[in-house]
């Protein structure tokens, strides 16, 4: 089991310097008094109710301009139109000379029909123009399920049989795939149906990954220490 994260508890002097300090100065400041990060301060501010004062928030300090937000004078008014309203953008530059030209298509555009391997494996088959990325390809198992006996239940996975995958369009055949129910599929993804040596590799990289991050968690409480 991992250790919980140990927490520096607020002192009743860490309290009463909070207190004293917060309403009137920038956190950040507040923060660094306390060796605390920002954070911890805003919450535990919040937690007491304590607020920034009328005078600070009105003061350059506060990052607001006469008691309003930075930036109030540049911000578009209602019903303000901007300078460029009904003028068409024209890219100037070299840009002209690298845009696609209207029904252009990428370099690695291809026609409905064609097969590719993703990167998992399987071979899928390009069923739609668009941009829509990689839902414009459907997996072929699927389709030539899907056309030998109907739609895919839901809750069901079709996966092949064993010995029988292929990313071969000719291997691909109904009586290479079967249909599963998904409490099946993941019990024989289990963990106790694999070769002994695969278990050992699966725990050891467990282990591994528990003391990385039992080793930054550690190195994160030093630095808010």
Request: net charge positive.
């Amino acid at each position: 089991m991992n250790p919980k994260r140990k927490r520096r508890p607020w002192t009743a002097q860490d309290l009463e310097v909070l207190a004293r300090e917060y309403p009137h100065r920038p956190t950040v400041e507040v923060a660094a008094l306390l060796g605390r990060s920002t954070i911890t301060c805003y919450a535990q501010a919040q937690l007491r109710g304590l607020h920034k004062t009328p005078e600070y928030l009105a003061s350059p300090m506060s990052g607001r301009v006469n008691g309003k937000n930075r930036g109030t004078s540049g911000r578009f008014r209602q019903g303000q139109a901007p300078w460029n309203l009904g003028q068409r953008y024209k890219a100037g530059g070299r840009a002209v000379l690298t845009r696609f030209a209207k029904g252009q298509k990428p370099h690695n555009w291809v026609p409905i029909g064609s097969h590719r391997v993703n990167h998992e494996g399987y071979l899928d088959r390009k069923v739609r123009e668009g941009n829509r990325g990689a839902m414009n390809w459907v997996a072929v198992h699927r389709l030539v399920w899907i056309e030998a006996h109907g739609p895919i239940p839901p809750k069901h996975a079709l996966r092949f049989r064993p010995g029988r995958f292929s990313a071969r369009l000719e291997d691909i055949t109904p009586d290479a795939l079967e249909l599963i129910t998904m409490r099946e599929s993941m019990l024989r993804n289990s963990l106790h149906n694999l070769p002994p040596e695969i278990t050992e590799v699966i725990h050891i990289r467990a282990g591994l990954v528990r003391r990385i991050n039992h080793i930054e968690r550690t190195r994160n409480e030093k630095q808010d220490q």
